[in-house]
């Protein structure tokens, strides 16, 4: 249960620092900035977190689309409230500065965005589970953190930096180090913990000996990231900015009256070419035969590999799809065991050998071909051939029940017996 909670956490604190990169970054490009300072700002850009929250529970046990709204409009008025609140004591007091309002009017934004997207979510789900009732959960984007939405953080970083804003520059630079962290807990506690929920059956794997080794290497690992991310941090204050607004702001006309002077060149007609520019003016010259074949073969070696990749990954979709499915829609692994299988007996029959195969493998082949007939997964090396039958669902089927005795006497009673062919037996 605590490890259930921490999960929960991580993903409201997650999607909180999704959403709180908009308010700097309408700051980097307007050019404002809080009084208050970039921690503070940061503090007051993570509000969403309680939309997030409220949105997520109403999502989940409101039954009804009024209630919901209701709760919504309610949220927004709290929202609308306590942003108004929060810019009165963080801000001067008085009239209202543009920034207070920008803040105001995206904490209000955003919050409606969460409403919608909560709403939308379950409406989908709600389709998802009446059109394939044993699909998995649909997951969205603000219940799952991951390592590639670091470069979420990477972009506003960027846009910070080409802009000029060491606002956005600092809160995105600082965001993308704890999301990083963020996420690589969050993969390993949902990664065991799903792990043990799938291997309950499995013996001698103490809960806490797993957690203790596993957690110490993540802790290890942790402590060297960071520390390589350490130089970063100390050269923080040494971004070299620009801004892509000033970039062309000096670029000058060159006057009319200019263009008749003597020591003025127009461009040519057309434009130079720049392998003419490079010759001094002189005509490229022409490449020899040798040098064209090898680029005619390298273009043709190019096009061809191109085309059986395009080949290969239309083979690979089409192989996917047939075997991602079986007749009832459920997810199968595909078992390469039946190919080899399939292609010995087409051999056998071919040959006409059918008749020296043993009565031994005659039995190993047919308990196997009923075993996979009634199971999708492949059996774990652990398992015994009653374990193996029962998760079949053919514990109580009396024609397994013979297989298996003439199976069991194949493994462990009389070899003479089923070494003999069948025209010997009789």
């Known amino acids: 249960m605590t490890i259930q909670r921490a999960l929960k956490a991580m993903e409201y604190l997650h999607a909180s620092m999704f959403f709180a990169m908009f308010v700097p970054l309408v700051y980097a ?207 923080a204050g040494r971004r070299p900015y620009t801004d892509i607004r000033d970039w062309f702001a000096n670029v000058k006309f060159v006057p009319y009256e200019f263009e008749n002077d003597p020591g003025f060149q127009q461009p040519a007609a057309g434009g130079a070419d720049w392998m003419e520019i490079l010759n001094d003016g002189e005509p490229a010259p022409e490449p020899s035969i040798v040098v064209s074949v090898i680029f005619g073969v390298m273009g043709i070696a190019c096009v061809l590999a191109f085309l059986y990749g395009v080949i290969q990954m239309i083979w690979q979709v089409l192989r996917d799809f047939r075997n991602s499915r079986d007749e009832n829609g459920d997810i199968v692994e595909e078992i390469r065991d039946d190919q080899i299988l399939q292609r010995k007996e087409a051999t056998l029959n071919r040959k006409g050998r059918r008749g020296i195969e043993s009565e031994a493998e005659r039995i190993r082949r047919k308990y196997r071909r009923t075993i996979r007939k009634h199971r999708k997964e492949r059996p774990a090396p652990h398992e015994s051939p009653a374990e193996i039958e029962e998760y079949a669902g053919l514990k109580n089927d009396e024609q397994m029940q013979q297989l298996h005795r003439e199976y069991e006497e194949v493994r462990y009673g009389s070899v003479e017996r089923f070494s003999k062919r069948p025209e010997d037996a009789r």
Request: hydrophobic residues 50%; proline residues 3%; positive net charge.
């Open 29 to 235: 490009v307007t050019g404002w900035s809080d009084p208050a300072g970039t921690g503070v700002l940061y503090l007051k850009c993570l509000l969403p977190a309680v939309p997030i929250i409220v949105t997520e529970q109403a999502a989940r046990r409101v039954r009804s689309v009024v209630l919901y709204f209701v709760i919504s409009a309610l949220l927004l008025a709290g929202v609308g409230g306590l942003t108004a609140l929060i810019t009165f004591l963080t801000g001067e007091h008085g009239y209202r500065e543009g920034y207070e309002i920008c803040y105001c009017v995206m904490m209000l934004a955003e919050t409606l965005f969460i409403i919608i997207k909560r709403f939308a979510d379950r409406v989908k789900a709600a389709v998802r589970k009446r059109e394939e009732p044993l699909a998995a959960r649909l997951v969205s984007f603000l219940d799952c953190p991951t390592l590639s939405l670091v470069w979420y953080f990477v972009t506003f970083y960027l846009f910070g930096f080409f802009l000029n804003a060491k606002l956005l520059c600092d809160i995105a630079f600082y965001s993308a180090i704890a999301y990083t962290f963020l996420s690589l807990y969050y993969e390993y506690f949902g990664t065991t913990k799903a792990y043990l929920e799938m291997n309950r059956r499995t013996k001698g794997i103490p809960r806490r000996r797993l957690y203790g080794v596993s957690f110490s290497m993540l802790v290890i690992f942790s402590v060297i990231l960071f520390v390589g991310m350490t130089p970063a941090v100390f050269l």
